[in-house]
């Protein structure tokens, strides 16, 4: 779910540069490395694959092409560091509420709590949700 911008501080951009730089540019819960700014995909390619980290069988997927077959395609997403609010609360910039995660666990760590924020998020836009409207008659 794309987030909801008017609810991050005007600064959300500096602060989640500040989380993943303390990172290391590494994923907080699995480890993964994520690819930082200005690097371009082939020199990430190359750090990862010097690294003997395991994650180089991670950077391509074999996808089919109508066109030349079975092709291995970058898996760019798999690498992008985002930074999660423990709490949920866009609010709280706390750095103890803040951790730097690859885009895989950030959608881990979020599920749980989906519903409750498509509901939420429905509610602040002023729109009602059918199902509860049928519950009360």
């Known amino acids: 779910m794309p987030m909801d ?6 600064n959300w951009e500096e602060i989640a540069h500040q989380v993943k730089q303390a990172a290391g540019w590494r994923c907080q819960e699995c480890d993964r490395p994520c690819r930082p700014p200005n690097m371009s995909w082939f020199d990430f390619q190359e750090a990862i694959e010097t690294q003997e980290s395991g994650w180089s069988d ?9 066109e030349f077959g079975l ?17 949920q609360d866009p609010g709280n910039n706390d750095p103890a509420n803040l951790k730097a995660l690859c885009s895989v666990c950030h959608l881990r760590h979020d599920a749980p709590y989906r519903e409750a924020n498509r509901r939420a998020k429905l509610e602040r836009r002023g ?6 409207v049928g519950k009360d008659g």
């Open 5 to 10: 911008r008017a609810r991050y501080p005007k």
């Open 58 to 66: 991670d950077l391509f997927e074999e996808v089919e092409d109508e």
């Open 71 to 87: 092709v291995s395609a970058p898996r760019f997403t798999r690498f992008v560091l985002t930074v999660a609010h423990l709490d």
């Open 127 to 132: 729109q009602l949700n059918l199902l509860e």
